[in-house]
């Protein structure tokens, strides 16, 4: 038997020095500064996202280490915003 690890920001499982790895570029840890965790990101959730502050993201990434970063919630937009706005307003 063998431990099994996670990531303290995702789901990702993995053993510790995988999970250490991970964690180091992981796009949810805020330390890495990347646009899930950054109010300037604006996302459907599905296609990666969109930078409100100009940041040019390449196709279905996610940038890590932005200088435009501030830590926050990301704009939900799309299908997926419309469903979490109806879900708040209840
Ligand atoms: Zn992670």
Redesign the pocket.
């Given at each position: 038997m063998k431990p099994i690890y996670r990531?303290?920001?995702?789901?990702?499982m993995g053993t510790e020095n995988e999970?250490m790895a991970?964690?180091k570029t992981?796009?949810?840890?805020f330390n890495n500064k990347g646009c899930l965790t950054c109010v300037f990101c604006k996302t459907d959730g599905m296609h990666g996202c969109e930078c409100s502050k100009g940041q040019s993201i390449p196709e279905g990434k996610q940038l890590l280490y932005c200088d435009a970063y501030e830590n926050g919630e990301p704009e939900v937009v799309g299908f997926l915003g419309m469903i979490l706005n109806m879900n708040k307003t209840k």
């Open positions: 990531c303290d920001y995702c789901d990702y999970v991970h964690e992981c796009v949810k840890n």
